[in-house]
């Protein structure tokens, strides 16, 4: 099997690239989770999934990239919306009105994100070595998804999976007439 | 010098942190449901991060191409899209029936 080199035209400025797409995707991650408006917050989160598939593509993970975008954002993030725009009805559903909870709920974040920072910090990921050269991983997925010896049973079973969590999604979703 | 090599893995998994820290805080302090939902999104792509970043820098071994990861994340994805309309299922099945879906109020099996 020939893995081609894709072209790589990030070799000016990564840092730069990543420190763009690492604000992007903080600062709609943090908008996602405190935004007002429910509407508000789901837009929030289509910038931070487009920052995250940014940086699959600069990672290297350019088929995970198209995927996140075709995914998360023409699937689930359309689903959200329609989900908010059909039971966004009342004020009570807005789901910010007790400050208390919130400042619970950020300092909570908070220590967390410290107690993994300083994880982080004081490890040193001894197999983690310089990055391996950016392929074409297109064709690499597919053969791996296929092989018998490797990722074959996973791959049918979340397709089974997915089949039926949609098939009982219909299910679930269908209207009643009684109650 | 290839693509990431300015770079080191610290800082995605610093930004993977901080990702599912904010999608902690939506579930946390959220009581509409579809933000909850956000929320858990939120938290599956910080995931999703660290296993694309630990597949790329991750010691090659041979000359097969390192996409395990990958593999990973894009499972992950599959199982994301399926919790995502269920979920979104339950939502729309407890608006019909109870005409809101603010969890609090969702107290019917409390003892």
């Known amino acids: 099997m020939t893995v081609a080199n894709i072209p790589d035209l990030t070799e000016v400025m990564p840092e730069l690239i990543f420190h763009a797409l690492a604000a992007l995707a903080i600062v709609s991650a943090l908008a996602a989770a405190l935004a007002p408006r429910i509407v508000h917050a789901a837009f929030a989160l289509m910038a931070a999934f487009f920052a995250v598939a940014g940086l699959y593509a600069l990672l290297g993970a350019d088929f995970v990239a198209f995927s996140q975008v075709i995914v998360y954002v023409g699937g689930i993030l359309v689903l959200l ?99 | 010098m290839t693509l990431v090599a300015a770079l080191s893995i610290q800082p995605f998994l610093y930004l993977s942190a901080a990702l599912f820290c904010a999608g902690l805080i939506a579930v946390l302090s959220r009581r509409n449901a579809v933000a909850i939902l956000i929320g858990i999104e939120l938290m599956l792509n910080a995931a999703n991060i660290n296993l694309v970043a630990f597949d790329r820098f991750r010691v090659q071994v041979g000359d097969a191409p390192v996409i395990d990861g990958q593999l990973f994340a894009l499972l992950v994805l599959a199982i994301a899209a399926a919790e995502a309309a269920v979920a979104l299922a339950l939502i729309l099945n407890v608006f019909d029936t109870r005409d809101r879906i603010d969890v609090d109020e969702l107290d019917l099996l409390k003892g």
């Open chain 1, 81 to 179: 919306v329609f989900g908010v725009l059909l039971t966004a009805r009342t004020e009570a559903s807005l789901g910010l009105e007790r400050p208390v909870r919130r400042l619970f709920a950020v300092v909570a974040g908070s220590v967390l994100f410290m107690l993994l920072a300083f994880a982080i910090h004081g490890t040193t990921f001894a197999a983690a070595g310089a990055p391996t050269e950016p392929l074409a991983t297109t064709e690499a997925i597919g053969r791996a998804f296929l092989d018998p010896e490797g990722m074959l049973v996973p791959f049918e079973l979340a397709s089974v999976m997915l089949l039926a969590a949609l098939v009982g999604a219909a299910y679930l979703a269908r209207r009643r007439r009684s109650s």
